[in-house]
Nanobody, 124 residues
Framework: QVQLVESGGGLVQAGGSLRLSCQVSGGSFSAYNMGWFRQAPGKGREFVAS????????YYADSVKGRFTTSRDNAKNTVYLQMNSLKPEDTAVYLC?????????????????WGPGTQVTVSS
């Protein structure tokens, strides 16, 4: 049973920073493309960032490019999301996602494993 657990969320003022972590257990972490998604109240789930299984490629939503950075430590079975210059519109539940896909190396959000999420609130 693959389990993902996020941590590092909280309340921060606009312009501040947070670092999210997601630890994976029960699977082969180094085989997974890892992704971060978020869901704000009343809105659908949206892609934020992803990193390939070997860390060679990263992808970002346009709304977070230049502010967020994702990385991974395969020795620790952990993926990270460094969030800088936070804005009130970044307020959401942030979810970690793990996936093995035969042809696509950007996390799709379909058919993989999800963590329960961690709340990020950015005050103005």
């Amino acid at each position: 049973q693959v389990q993902l657990v996020e941590s590092g969320g909280g309340l921060v003022q606009a312009g501040g920073s947070l670092r999210l972590s997601c630890q994976v257990s029960g699977g082969s972490f180094s085989a997974y493309n890892m992704g971060w998604f978020r869901q704000a109240p009343g809105k659908g789930r949206e892609f934020v960032a992803s990193i390939t299984s070997n860390g060679a490629r990263v992808y970002y939503a346009d709304s977070v490019k230049g502010r967020f950075t994702t990385s991974r430590d395969n020795a620790k079975n952990t993926v990270y999301l460094q969030m800088n210059s936070l804005k009130p519109e970044d307020t959401a539940v942030y979810l970690c996602y793990a996936e093995i896909h035969p042809t696509i190396d950007q996390a799709t959000g379909l058919g993989g494993y999800w963590g329960p999420g961690t709340q990020v609130t950015v005050s103005s």
